[in-house]
């Protein structure tokens, strides 16, 4: 199988300690919209496109509540076409100013930004997936999981793009 995941497009308004992921209880499957051309990697989801997909917004929270309702609104869409896979966040947050952004680099150290992930299970076998996380500041950190979730590869480097802008309008 391969997997091209060129331009993996995020839209970060905001997210404030706290890193949401769907609700494994509902395991609902979602079909991303498929689209003939492609998109601008800017960060602003304001192609028409993004319009025509359906939003995810059924998350919890998995710190510093795990479980819990999310304290923010998130919506995520994703679109394809023959050769990318585009998944846009789009964060609401009521305190923008207090963004936790420290790091750049690729492969940045987890756990001190804000932040969101993505992880695709490309083998449906609910055991093996990839991940791919950004932050605040389009930092990139991604890596092979299996073992259902025991066991991580973090020297795992896919060919992937981020975007992240803060517009609290």
């Known amino acids: 199988m391969t997997i ?9 308004f905001c997210l404030l300690f706290i890193m949401f992921f769907c609700n494994a209880a509902a395991q609902q499957h979602y079909k991303p919209f498929r689209i003939t051309g492609e998109l601008k990697l800017d960060g602003a989801l304001n192609e028409p496109e993004w319009k025509s997909a ?6 919890i929270q998995v710190d510093p ?7 923010e609104r ?3 869409r994703m679109l394809y ?9 789009h964060c609401y947050d009521k305190e923008p100013d207090k963004i936790v ?13 804000d932040g969101i992930s993505v992880q695709l299970d490309t083998y449906n076998d609910k055991n093996t997936s990839v991940l791919f996380i950004t932050n605040a500041l389009s930092a990139r950190f991604d890596s092979e999981v299996s073992s ?6 973090n020297n795992y480097n ?12």
């Open 81 to 89: 076409n023959d050769d990318y896979l585009y998944v846009g966040f």
């Open 4 to 12: 091209n995941f060129h331009n993996i497009k995020n839209h970060l």
């Open 54 to 59: 359906l939003p995810i917004t059924d998350f």
């Open 65 to 71: 509540y795990p479980g819990a309702l999310p304290s």
């Open 101 to 113: 952004r420290f790091f750049m680099d690729r492969d940045f150290e987890l756990g001190n930004d």
């Open 148 to 153: 259902n979730g025991a066991s991580s590869n």
């Open 74 to 76: 998130t919506e995520v």
């Open 158 to 169: 896919n060919f992937w793009d981020a975007v992240s802008i803060n517009d609290s309008t």
